[in-house]
C-alpha cells in the first residue's frame, strides 16, 4: 500500500518551519505516517518530506502550507506516483533488460512509455515486452541533427524522465538543458574515478582492487552531475579489463534501479550538485 | 561542536505529536538542527529525536513537553552526554585495545572508568592506559560467587554501561536484571547465526561464504538482546576456523565501536527486541 | 575466449601431485594458462583445477593422468563447457526473469531447456524467451505422486542441473538423491540463520541489521547443503518484513547467478559438505 | 605456525615452468602445501608463490631452481618473516595506534623499530610501548634538508619498509628512489578519486554516497604507485567533510593493517604500476 500522501518541501532555512507544517497538517487532521528533515549546515537550506494519511482538499492545503513558508519554497504535494519515462539505450542489454522485468512487474515505479536507441541491437528484447522501439541512428547525422531525431522521437511520449541505461553517445549542453533534473544515468565506474570513456580499461590500468557504478543526475558537465547512488565489488589482478566490465554489469544494473526507484519514489531533493536522499 | 541539546521522546503514536513537540521549542525559540521521527507500524509506538540549539529553561521545557504528550511517555532531556562505563574483557585485545585507544584521543563520547576481567593477560594493556584494572578470577568461584565479585568491583564506579568487550563468560539474568538495557556485547558471528561457543569453529564447520559480527544489547536470554550493529568480511575455502577468527577481529572490533558510538551519542532506542537507530 | 582445455583433480593428498600432473602436460607439449590447487588442511585432500592450451589427445591424456594419480582420483578433463539445466520456479520472477535474460545473451554458460513450476504464473514470462514451460501443479496431488510428475516433465530433458529459483516447494530426500551435486537453490537469507520459511519475517522479527542471501547445493537436509556464495545488504528500523523481501530480491538473483557461473564454468569442487572455488 | 618455507618466484613465461619448479622441490622431497601462480596476459609475466615443508639445502635449492629457469628470474627463497619497518606519522593517531596494538600482541609480522613524525604530538602514545620517536620537525628546514634530517633518523634502523601511517608530507622523488617498492602509504580516499590533498573534503564537495581508503606502495608520482588493498563506506548527505573524516579513519587503519600483513606475509608481488597478491 503506497503512502495516502506525499509532501515534499525545500527553503531557506528558518526558526519553527516543521512546527508550522505540521501544524498545517494537524489542522487538517491528518495523520504523519513519516517525516523527515534534513538541513544543509553549508547552504542553511531546509529540506522536508512527509508522508501522511488522511483526507484532504489538496488546494486549500497548498494554499496554507505556502502562507507559512518563505517566498523561494518549493512545494510539491502528491507528485504523480508513477512516473512517465522513456529509457535510452545503446547496445548493452543488462541495464534496459532488468529495467524492463521490473516494469513488466509493475516493480519500477514507473511507466517505460519507449525505448530509445542509437543501434537497433536492442530491438528484439524490447519488442519481447511489447514496449515501442525506436531507432535512431547517429550515423550520417552530425550530434545536433542526431539529438534532434532523439527530441522527435521524445516529444511523442512527453517523458518526465529519461533514463540512460548505458546509453553511449556524450549529449549536448543544449539537449541536456531541454530536460533539467530529469535525465538520469548510470556510469560504469565509482565517480569521480575514471571519469569519460572506457572506466573499466582504466580501472585495470591503474591496478584498483575495486571497481563501482554510479547513478548521477546529468548536467551540462560531463559525469559531474549530482550522484544519487553508488555500490562497489572487488576486484584482483586476475581481472581483466573484460572481465572487470563483465563484473560491473551487475552493479550497474542494480545501482540504476536502486537509484530509480528512489527518484520516482519521491524521495529524492537535488541540491545544487549533491543529492539529499530520504 | 556537539548540539546544544538533544530531546529523546517515545510513546505511543498519536495524531499531530510532532506539531506538538516542535511548538514547545518554538514557543522557547529554540531552533531545530536535526529532527527524526519514525512510528512503528507494528506496534504504532513513535520514536523522536531532536537535536536544537538555544537557551533553555530545562525544567519548564520538561514540564510543557510532557504536558502534551501521552502519560506512558519516555522523554529524555540532554541525557549525560558523556557516559560513564566500565569495560568487562577475557584475554582477548582487540576490542579493548581498540577502545582504550578511542578513549585516549577522545572519540568514546564516554569515560572508562575501569576494566574488569577475569584474567590478567590483559592487565599490562590497560595500564598503558592509566585505567584501574580489575582481576575478577572465576577459579574457585561458582557464578554466584564470581558474578557477586564482579558487582562489588563495578559498584565503585557506578557505571551507565557495561560494555562486554570479549567477555568470554555467561552473566547470568539476576546480573543482567541490575543492568537493564545498559550491557552491550559484542558477538563473534552475524547473528542469529551461530548463536554461542565458538562461532568461528561453526562458521567453518557449515562452509559459510561470509563472516560476521554482531553487537547487542544484552538481556536474559543468550545472544537474544536488541541489535545494534553488524557488518560482514568474505571468507573462502582457503580460511581454517582460526584464520576466519584472525581476520573476524577486525569486524569485531569496529562493529563494536560503530554501535557504542551510536549509543552514547544517544541515537539508540530498544524497542522490544529491537533497536530504531537515528 | 573459453580456455581450450581443464582439467579438474580431487584427491588424497601426496608428496609431488603438482609435479606429476604437470609433468603429463609438459610431456603433450601443454601450456598451462591457470592453475589452482588446494589442500584441505584437515582432510588432506588435494584439489587441482587447470586451464591449459594446446592440441590434445584426449584419451592418452587421461590415461597418463591416471597413472600418476591415486585410485581414488576424480578427474575431470574438459567437462561439457555448455551446461543443460532446467529452471524450477514459483511464482517469484526476479531469479528467473535475470536468468533468462542472461541466456538470451548467452552470458550463462548453461542451455536453459525448459523451466517447470508448480504455478502457472510465470508462464507468459517464459513465453517471451521463447522456453518450453512446464505447469505441474502440486494441488490434488501428495508429493510423492507431485515429485513423480516432475520427474516426468524433467525426463524428457536430462538436465545436467536443476536450478532452483525461488521454487518454494520442499524436496523430499528421494527426490534429491536422483540428482546428487546437480540441484542448485537460492535461500532467501544468509545461512545459517533463518534456516526454513519466511526468513525475512525471521529476520525483521529478529531486528538484523544486516538481510542477505545463499546459494547452495541441496541435500537432504534442509539449507545444509554446500554453500556456494553469499552475499548481503543493510536495513534498518524503517524496514517493514516485505520491505526487506524485496530489496533481498536483487540479493538474491544477484547470488544466484554468481554462484551459477562458478559452478558452470567448472570452477567449484564440492568436499563434504563445502565447496572449494577456483 | 607459519609455513616452513616460502618461495617466490617471478619471470617472463615459459611453457613447464610449473613443472620444472615443483620437479625441483619434488627432487629435494618438498611437500607442498600451498601454491599459487598467475600469469599476466598482457606481459606475459609468471607469478609463482609456494609454501612447503621438509628439510631443505637452501643453496642447493637455489641453484637448481635458477638452472631451471630463465635469466631474468626474481627469484626469493625464505625472505625474512618478520620484517623490520619504520613507521612515519604527523599528527593523527588511528594508524599508528592501531599498528602499535597488533605490534604488541605480535600480530603485525613485523618489528616496528622507531616512529618518526614531523611533529611531537604522537610522541606519548608511542611512549607507552616503548618504541623509539624520532621528533624530526619540518619548521625552519626546507624539503631536502628535512629528509636529509628523516634519512639520519633512518639510517639507525635500516628498515626494509617504510610505512606511512597518515604521514601527511609529500616525499620527494629523490627520497622515494632510496626505498623502492619499499614505502607503503595509506591515502584517505578511494583512488584514483580525489587524488592529493584533503580527499574527504573533495569528496564532500562532490557529493558522494561511498568513501574509501588506499593502501599503496609509494613511487614518484603521487598517490600513483602500485595499490596493494582498498575498502569503502557508505557515507549520505548528512555526512559533513568532518564526518566523512572521522568516518574514514577506521576504513583507513583497516586497509593498512591488511595490506601490510599481505606484503609482510610475502604475498605481494609487483608488477610495473600493480600487484599480483597471493
Given at each position: 500500500?503506497?503512502?495516502?500522501?506525499?509532501?515534499?518541501?525545500?527553503?531557506?532555512?528558518?526558526?519553527?518551519?516543521?512546527?508550522?507544517?505540521?501544524?498545517?497538517?494537524?489542522?487538517?487532521?491528518?495523520?504523519?505516517?513519516?517525516?523527515d528533515?534534513?538541513?544543509?549546515?553549508?547552504?542553511?537550506?531546509?529540506?522536508?518530506r512527509?508522508?501522511?494519511?488522511?483526507?484532504?482538499?489538496?488546494?486549500?492545503?497548498?494554499t496554507?502550507l505556502?502562507?507559512?513558508?518563505?517566498?523561494?519554497?518549493?512545494?510539491?504535494?502528491?507528485?504523480?506516483?508513477?512516473?512517465?519515462?522513456?529509457?535510452?539505450?545503446?547496445?548493452?542489454?543488462?541495464?534496459?533488460?532488468?529495467?524492463?522485468?521490473?516494469?513488466?512487474?509493475?516493480?519500477?515505479?514507473a511507466?517505460?512509455?519507449?525505448?530509445v536507441?542509437?543501434?537497433?541491437?536492442?530491438?528484439?528484447?524490447?519488442?519481447?515486452?511489447?514496449?515501442?522501439?525506436?531507432?535512431?541512428?547517429?550515423?550520417?547525422?552530425?550530434?545536433?541533427?542526431?539529438?534532434?531525431?532523439?527530441?522527435?522521437?521524445?516529444?511523442?511520449?512527453?517523458p518526465?524522465?529519461?533514463?540512460?541505461?548505458?546509453?553511449?553517445?556524450?549529449?549536448?549542453?543544449?539537449?541536456?538543458?531541454?530536460?533539467?533534473?530529469r535525465?538520469?544515468?548510470?556510469?560504469?565506474?565509482?565517480?569521480?574515478?575514471?571519469?569519460g570513456?572506457n572506466?573499466?580499461?582504466?580501472?585495470?590500468?591503474?591496478?584498483?582492487?575495486?571497481?563501482?557504478?554510479?547513478?548521477?543526475?546529468?548536467?551540462?558537465?560531463?559525469?559531474?552531475?549530482?550522484?544519487?547512488?553508488?555500490?562497489?565489488?572487488?576486484?584482483?589482478?586476475?581481472?581483466?579489463?573484460?572481465?572487470?566490465?563483465?563484473?560491473?554489469k551487475?552493479?550497474?544494473?542494480?545501482?540504476?534501479?536502486?537509484?530509480l526507484?528512489?527518484?520516482?519514489?519521491?524521495?529524492?531533493?537535488?541540491?545544487?550538485?549533491?543529492?539529499?536522499?530520504?
Amino acid at each position: 500500500m503506497p503512502p495516502a500522501h506525499v509532501l515534499l518541501i525545500d527553503c531557506p532555512d528558518q526558526t519553527g518551519l516543521i512546527h508550522r507544517i505540521t501544524g498545517v497538517l494537524s489542522r487538517h487532521a491528518l495523520n504523519i505516517l513519516k517525516n523527515d528533515e534534513f538541513v544543509d549546515a553549508e547552504t542553511r537550506y531546509f529540506f522536508m518530506r512527509t508522508e501522511f494519511e488522511g483526507d484532504i482538499d489538496a488546494a486549500a492545503l497548498r494554499t496554507e502550507l505556502l502562507a507559512e513558508l518563505p517566498k523561494s519554497v518549493n512545494l510539491h504535494l502528491n507528485p504523480r506516483k508513477r512516473k512517465d519515462i522513456v529509457v535510452l539505450a545503446t547496445k548493452e542489454h543488462h541495464c534496459l533488460g532488468d529495467l524492463l522485468l521490473r516494469y513488466a512487474y509493475d516493480e519500477l515505479d514507473a511507466t517505460i512509455l519507449a525505448v530509445v536507441s542509437n543501434h537497433n541491437t536492442l530491438q528484439p528484447l524490447v519488442a519481447k515486452f511489447g514496449i515501442p522501439f525506436h531507432y535512431v541512428s547517429h550515423e550520417h547525422r552530425d550530434r545536433p541533427e542526431h539529438e534532434a531525431a532523439i527530441h522527435k522521437a521524445l516529444a511523442i511520449y512527453n517523458p518526465e524522465y529519461l533514463v540512460l541505461a548505458k546509453y553511449m553517445r556524450i549529449l549536448t549542453p543544449d539537449f541536456i538543458r531541454q530536460y533539467p533534473d530529469r535525465i538520469i544515468n548510470i556510469h560504469h565506474s565509482f565517480l569521480p574515478a575514471f571519469i569519460g570513456a572506457n572506466p573499466y580499461k582504466q580501472a585495470f590500468e591503474r591496478g584498483v582492487k575495486i571497481i563501482g557504478a554510479t547513478a548521477h543526475f546529468v548536467n551540462a558537465d560531463l559525469d559531474e552531475g549530482p550522484i544519487i547512488d553508488q555500490n562497489v565489488i572487488a576486484v584482483n589482478h586476475r581481472y581483466t579489463a573484460e572481465d572487470m566490465a563483465k563484473a560491473g554489469k551487475d552493479v550497474e544494473k542494480i545501482v540504476l534501479a536502486k537509484a530509480l526507484k528512489t527518484v520516482f519514489q519521491d524521495r529524492v531533493f537535488i541540491h545544487g550538485n549533491k543529492t539529499v536522499i530520504f
